[in-house]
């Protein structure tokens, strides 16, 4: 849809600029004929007022004159007499003439370095001749023109002339037009002066000059320029205080003015460089110093303090890779535990199809089966939390609808919380609300919160499950009243291996809020958990898409 809008905008097409410079021409040359003619009739050179009536005829040409108001007209042949009888349709030919012109000048100005298929302003091939040729050989061209000019209407105007004058200002006209064209293009690409031959000139003078003073060393440097500062102001002020002379001074302050500035200038680098080497001591490594437009020995020392706060941040990272390890390698216990635990309860789950008929054993069976699950689903959540909290797993963040997720989940889990007395409330608005998120492992974190709810709610209460929006935010809140009492901190129960029922009776492994945590920070939201008395309260907050 937006490379259509492109193609159709006028600007861009080369057709369009092509009438565009030929009507400015043509309707440029149309209003300097009107004011022309205009200006030829109403001037006293062809008018003059008087009060007696008199007729004169010599060949071909005659005056009359009327008494009073109206006027005198000599030499009425060829275009004077056209411009004569149509004066007053001139003027309004002329005025919309001018405005059609003015309206092509505007459009070709907004045009100017604009191509098809592409909003970036591109220089087009008159743009790239140097300004310093184009702009004299404007000029040139268009002198001449208003010589031509001048040179048709110097003596008696007729139709031939006029005709030709029209023509070569049509040509001024185009002269002008291209030359404000590539102007404006050149200052949309910012190539108006260094597209030149004096900017290219100067610098390549300056690259070669900068190349000769970076071979000799930096104290040679200063030594020679401050030598030839010495004797440059010993020289002027020798002459100023024998001969005088105002422009001596003036000369003596600008210099003694620039090393003044000079060394403003160096001490503000030298202090730019101070505050980074604080910063960083200060433990700030992502602190980068701005080089730009310093010296070469201040800019090679802040480029080393970068190199520094990089190796810095290298290193830092490199412990952090290391505490990651160190979540891999239990990850990988806890595969090679999740291995026999398989085979353990694949087994029991075959003697639990035997037909055997001691009651003691197939208690004991039942022991281990159960335990051998527990010890299963721990595992598990132990691999997950490795896995959250380290960021090895994947994320494949979409467009999710949460309200979905939990009219879905709250069906799910309705029998299993009514089994164990709690009811469940879902509270939400009318219109779905969607955010960017990872539906599996979303799905997860509010698993986990409601299997948490089960386990610790306190039976013949309510759990409440609420999305809602706030501040441009999706907020999905579980709410419930524990069992136990929670005599515990919050950032402690967000710890591994941390249960608020310090007897376990209600079993679990500590990992569920946990692993909610780690995941939903994955997803690039954020967990929240408070607690008011009894009240367990969760909220999970996603950034809100409203595609």
């Known amino acids: 849809m937006e490379a259509k809008m492109k193609d159709n905008n006028l600007t861009h097409k080369f057709w369009a600029r092509a009438v565009a410079f030929c009507l400015f021409c043509v309707m440029t040359a149309i209003l300097a004929c009107c004011i022309a003619g205009v200006v ?171 190349s000769m003073l970076s071979s000799i060393s930096g104290a040679w440097r200063f030594s020679l320029a401050f030598a030839g500062y010495l004797l440059i102001n010993a020289l002027l002020s020798y002459r100023f205080f024998t001969r005088g002379g105002f422009l001596t001074f003036l000369i003596l302050l600008a210099i003694n003015g620039g090393a003044l500035y000079f060394l403003l200038n160096m001490i503000r680098q030298m202090r730019t460089l101070s505050a980074a080497g604080q910063a960083m001591a200060n433990g700030d490594l992502s602190y980068c110093v701005d080089t730009s ?98 960021g090895a797993l994947n994320v494949n963040m979409e467009r999710v609808n949460i309200s979905e997720l939990l009219r879905q989940s709250s069906a799910e889990y309705g029998e299993r919380m009514e089994a164990v007395n709690i009811t469940p409330v879902v509270n939400m608005p009318e219109e779905d609300i969607y955010v960017r998120a990872d539906g599996r492992l979303l799905w997860r974190v509010v698993e986990n919160l409601l299997q948490n709810i089960c386990k610790h709610g306190m039976p013949g209460t309510r759990a409440y499950l609420e999305a809602r929006t706030e501040n441009g935010r999706a907020v999905v809140s579980f709410k419930n009243i524990s069992q136990q009492q929670l005599n515990i901190p919050v950032e402690e129960l967000l710890e591994r291996f941390v249960q608020g029922d310090e007897s376990r009776s209600r079993g679990g492994s500590g990992l569920g809020l946990s692993i909610a945590e780690s995941l939903t920070e994955l997803m690039k939201g954020k967990l929240k958990l408070s607690l008011d008395g009894d009240l367990f309260k969760v909220e999970l907050w996603f950034d809100e898409d409203k595609q």
């Open 40 to 210: 030829y009739c109403y001037s006293k050179e062809w008018y003059k007022t008087g009060l007696n009536v008199t007729f004169t005829t010599e060949g071909d040409e005659w005056d009359y004159a009327i008494d009073g108001t109206n006027a005198i007209m000599t030499d009425k042949t060829g275009f004077k007499e056209f411009a004569y009888k149509n004066r007053n349709s001139m003027m309004v030919y002329g005025f919309i003439a001018g405005i059609t012109a003015l309206a092509c000048f505007v459009f070709l100005i907004c045009s100017a370095a604009h191509r098809r298929g592409t909003e970036d302003c591109v220089p087009l091939r008159q743009d790239k001749i140097p300004y310093d040729l184009y702009l004299p050989s404007a000029i040139l061209l268009g002198t001449g023109l208003c010589a031509m000019l001048v040179e048709c209407a110097a003596y008696e105007l007729n139709t031939v002339k006029a005709v030709a004058a029209a023509l070569i200002m049509a040509c001024l006209a185009g002269v002008f037009m291209a030359l404000c064209m590539t102007t404006a293009a050149r200052i949309k690409t910012g190539t108006l002066f260094k597209n030149t031959l004096i900017y290219r000139l100067c610098t390549g003078v300056g690259m070669g000059a900068s």
């Open 293 to 390: 437009g310093m010296k070469r020995e201040f800019r090679e020392h802040g480029e080393n303090l970068n190199s520094i706060g990089r190796g810095m941040a290298i290193a830092v990272n490199e412990r952090m890779k290391s505490e990651r390890f160190k979540t891999e390698l239990i990850t990988n216990v806890s595969h090679d535990l999740k291995t026999p635990l398989t085979s353990i309860v694949t087994y029991i789950d075959l003697l639990q199809k035997e037909d055997i008929q001691d009651e003691k054993a197939k208690e004991y069976i039942d022991t281990i089966a159960r335990q051998s699950k527990k010890l299963k689903k721990l595992t598990e959540d132990l691999i997950d939390a490795s896995k959250a909290s380290s």
